[in-house]
């Protein structure tokens, strides 16, 4: 007979056949998560701000397909989503480095942290509907600046990324059966910090690196695992996952 409380099956990591949609999955921790996907056996699209660098990375990375959209602008997420027949798992984050001093910085600059992360989920989950997969996820991004905040002028985006946690846990019960987590990343090198930082890149990583558990940052491959895990884990709902390294704890 088979017992409810058996031990020895596995729990399926197979994305066979799964439609996989990824806002921000042209690169870093987005491209790790969708290259993941794609050989878990996934269909990938991946959905960046910049036509010709989601055109290359679906063409390098033979993922199913791409759309380019810039998520702060609502029509262009509805018609990115637009013949996309059904969604198993929804992944978004796309995003930039938001960082400004709440009495110095222009207020619609601080307003992108919102933009790009809540209010771009809400219109893509809206413009989906139906279509996304009542056995399927949704993943949201945060980062450990949510509970780790500091003085350089990230306080808007600590709170765009508190606020993602925030809105998983009341979608995972106002949309369930459908699972709605947060990944949420600490220091990761990825593209971002180049973008972000420029030319202080190399000095920024080296003195932080010296503060870390690890004395490294993480890498887009073991952030991407764990948004893939988020998708596969069919008992993950309502919850923040940290791929951090420890960073939180120092
Ligand atoms: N790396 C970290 O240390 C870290 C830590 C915590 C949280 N995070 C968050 O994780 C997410 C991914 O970061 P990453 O490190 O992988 O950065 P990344 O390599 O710069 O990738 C960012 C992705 O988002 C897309 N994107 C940015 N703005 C967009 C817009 N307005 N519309 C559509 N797509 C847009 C980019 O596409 P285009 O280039 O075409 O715009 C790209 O695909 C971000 O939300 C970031 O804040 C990162």
Same mark, same amino acid.
């Given at each position: 007979?088979?017992?409810?409380?058996?031990?020895?099956?596995? !729990?399926?990591?197979?994305?066979?056949?799964h439609n996989v949609v #990824? @806002?921000?999955?042209?690169?870093? #921790?987005? &491209?790790?998560?969708?290259? =993941?996907?794609?050989?878990?056996?996934?269909?990938?699209?991946? #959905?960046? *701000?910049?036509?010709?660098?989601?055109? =290359?990375? +679906?063409?390098?990375?033979?993922? *199913?397909?791409?759309?380019?959209?810039?998520?702060? $602008?609502?029509?262009?997420?509805?018609?990115?989503?637009?013949?996309?027949?059904?969604?198993?798992h929804l992944v978004l984050?796309?995003?930039? @480095?938001?960082?400004?001093?709440? &009495?110095? +910085?222009?207020?619609?600059?601080?307003?992108?942290? %919102?933009?790009?992360?809540?209010?771009? *989920?809400?219109?893509?989950?809206?413009? !989906?509907?139906?279509?996304?997969?009542?056995?399927?996820?949704?993943? @949201?991004?945060?980062?450990?600046? *949510?509970?780790?905040? /500091?003085?350089?002028?990230?306080?808007? !985006?600590?709170?765009?990324?508190?606020?993602?946690?925030?809105?998983?846990?009341?979608?995972?019960?106002?949309?369930?059966?459908?699972?709605?987590?947060?990944?949420?990343?600490?220091?990761?090198?990825?593209?971002?910090?180049?973008?972000?930082?420029?030319?202080?890149?190399?000095? %920024?990583?080296?003195? &932080?690196? =010296?503060?870390?558990?690890?004395?490294? !940052?993480?890498?887009?491959?073991?952030?991407?695992?764990?948004?893939? %895990?988020?998708?596969? $884990?069919? @008992?993950? /709902?309502?919850?923040?996952?940290?791929?951090?390294?420890?960073?939180?704890?120092?």
């Amino acid at each position: 007979m088979k017992s409810a409380t058996a031990l020895n099956s596995t !729990l399926s990591t197979n994305l066979q056949d799964h439609n996989v949609v #990824i @806002f921000g999955g042209t690169s870093g #921790i987005g &491209l790790a998560a969708a290259i =993941q996907a794609k050989g878990a056996g996934a269909n990938v699209t991946v #959905i960046g *701000s910049n036509a010709e660098r989601a055109k =290359q990375a +679906a063409l390098e990375h033979g993922l *199913s397909g791409w759309r380019a959209a810039d998520v702060t $602008n609502s029509e262009a997420i509805y018609a990115a989503l637009a013949d996309i027949p059904k969604v198993d798992h929804l992944v978004l984050l796309a995003g930039t @480095f938001v960082a400004g001093k709440v &009495l110095d +910085a222009e207020i619609d600059y601080l307003r992108r942290a %919102f933009e790009e992360r809540m209010w771009a *989920s809400v219109h893509a989950i809206r413009a !989906l509907g139906e279509r996304l997969a009542k056995d399927g996820s949704i993943t @949201f991004i945060s980062g450990s600046l *949510s509970d780790r905040p /500091n003085a350089y002028g990230t306080a808007v !985006l600590a709170a765009a990324s508190a606020a993602m946690e925030g809105l998983a846990r009341g979608l995972a019960i106002e949309l369930a059966p459908i699972r709605v987590n947060t990944l949420s990343p600490g220091p990761i090198n990825t593209p971002i910090l180049s973008k972000a930082l420029g030319e202080g890149r190399d000095a %920024f990583v080296a003195a &932080l690196e =010296q503060s870390l558990p690890l004395h490294r !940052l993480g890498t887009a491959t073991e952030a991407g695992a764990a948004a893939v %895990f988020l998708m596969t $884990n069919t @008992f993950m /709902n309502g919850a923040t996952l940290n791929v951090d390294g420890g960073a939180r704890l120092v």
